[in-house]
Nanobody, 122 residues
């Protein structure tokens, strides 16, 4: 019913910036809470940021002040602006959508993108 496609990942030096995009298909995109998660080698998938249907945002402490999540319902797209990147941010980043009220746990999300690699060099 819903497909998510991430783009914008790449290799960047510490202190640099990247903007990730997630394009969604589906007529009910505006009804989904959207989130970004990441998974580094040997680690569990972790919450990065999320945005509610009404535009309220939430961030992991590790990225607050550096990352910004936003959504454009007219374009069925959610974004993650990442500034002042650190080597610790290196991971595969996943876009996810949740029906109804959403939290920060990955298991609450119903739809997932394929992931995009972000690598931050020191």
């Amino acid at each position: 019913q819903v497909q998510l496609v991430e783009s914008g990942g790449g290799l960047v030096q510490a202190g640099g910036s990247l903007r990730l995009s997630c394009a969604a298909s589906g007529r009910t995109f505006s009804t989904y809470a959207m989130g970004w998660f990441r998974q580094a080698p040997g680690k569990e998938r972790e919450f990065v940021a999320r945005i509610s249907r009404s535009g309220v945002t939430y961030y992991a402490d590790s990225v607050k002040g550096r990352f910004t999540i936003s959504r454009d319902n007219a374009k069925n797209t959610v974004y993650l602006q990442m500034n002042n990147l650190k080597p610790e941010d290196t991971a595969v980043y996943y876009c996810a959508g949740a029906r109804g009220v959403s939290g920060s746990a990955a298991q609450l999300y119903d739809y997932w993108g394929q992931g995009t690699q972000v690598t931050v060099s020191s």
